[in-house]
């Protein structure tokens, strides 16, 4: 495929909420041991909010669409995800400056613009058990793949095991930001939500653009 274009974007939103809504109940679960037993009804709003507006006014291109996506996110989740995937999206937004199809070096450029946006709002580093976890090092095999001379969806297809390497990491990791910090070392022993959340936001980018989403 030559590059992202709008209807490869909502492809991807689309088979993110399909991944939420399935897996809400096991998003929630995780939350309850850690946190407040939110989050996969936080993200099951926030998705559906989303899929619906982009269908009740489609956007006219990629910068849109996400802008579109950032601004209902923050507006219809509570808790600390929301303000943070809307500000992945948002930045994401502004990194595609209207542009109508993607280069995959300007979606691959996106994507990292969207994970530091997360990283200087929610102020988490590698290893404080929080979606960064997982986001980071699908970005570095994304690049990496890239690099490499790898198609757009090989890239995001490393991007994804990189993601579930990530979030499987976090099992072990003592939280040092959200909820789970209020823990400590109790936090230690249970896979954190927001990096399973962020695993399923890079599978459904790579099922998206290889056309099986
Ligand atoms: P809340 O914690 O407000 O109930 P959610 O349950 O929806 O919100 O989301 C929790 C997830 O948000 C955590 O599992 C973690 O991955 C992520 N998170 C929390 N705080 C931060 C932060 N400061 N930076 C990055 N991610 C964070
Ligand atoms: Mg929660």
């Known amino acids: 495929m030559a590059g992202v274009d709008v209807e490869t974007l909502q492809r991807w939103l689309r088979g993110f909420a399909a991944s939420v809504a399935e897996q ?8 309850a041991a850690i946190g407040d037993a939110d989050h ?6 926030g998705m559906t909010a989303v899929t619906e507006a982009v269908t009740a006014t489609p ?3 990629p910068t849109a669409l996400l802008k ?6 923050i507006r219809s989740v509570g808790g ?7 500000t992945l999206f948002l930045r994401m937004a502004s990194a595609t400056g209207g542009e109508t199809v993607l280069e995959p070096a300007t979606f691959a450029k996106a994507l990292r613009a969207g994970l530091e946006g997360v990283i200087s709002r929610g102020k988490a580093e590698l290893g404080d058990k929080t979606m960064v976890d ?3 090092p699908a970005l570095d095999a994304l690049d990496a793949s890239l690099a490499e001379g790898g198609s757009l969806a090989t890239a995001l297809h490393a991007a994804s095991e990189a993601a579930d390497a ?3 990491a976090t099992t072990p990791m003592i939280a040092r930001k959200g909820r789970a910090s209020y823990l400590g070392d109790r936090s230690a022993g249970h896979q954190d939500p927001g990096a399973t959340s962020a695993a ?3 599978a459904a980018a790579a099922a998206a653009v290889s056309g099986d989403g």
């Open 24 to 31: 809400r109940d096991a998003l929630t679960a995780l939350d």
């Open 40 to 45: 996969g009804a936080n993200m099951h709003r």
């Open 59 to 61: 956007p006219a291109d």
């Open 68 to 73: 579109q996506t950032a601004t209902v996110l």
């Open 80 to 86: 600390a995800s929301g303000p943070l995937y809307g």
């Open 134 to 136: 997982a986001l980071a």
């Open 166 to 168: 990530g979030r499987d």
């Open 200 to 202: 399923l936001l890079v």
